[in-house]
């Protein structure tokens, strides 16, 4: 005797999987272009491995003391153009 599934419920018990949750990411041919440059100097072959990776290095870039202070000033730019009505820079 089989069960008969029904579309869209969750039959399996797998607590595993609990603690993920799937993106879906549409890259144009630009972004598709990087990130295969991307993966040959990371040397990985898949993209999800390789987009979690860099996400890592990002992160890690992001977070650095030194880049950090790159963002504050280039966000403070982006606030006074704001403030001082400058909604496009050329």
Do not use: C, W
């Amino acid at each position: 005797m089989t069960i008969k599934k029904k579309p869209f419920v969750k039959y399996n018990l797998d607590s595993k999987k609990k603690n993920y949750i799937v993106i879906s990411l549409k890259l144009n041919l630009d972004e598709q272009g990087q990130l295969v440059r991307d993966k040959k100097v990371i040397n990985q072959e898949k993209d999800s491995t390789a987009i979690k990776q860099l996400m890592r290095i990002g992160s890690k870039v992001v977070h650095d003391e030194k880049t950090s202070e790159l963002l504050d000033i280039v966000l403070g730019n982006k606030r006074k153009n704001k403030r001082l009505g400058i909604n496009e820079f050329e």
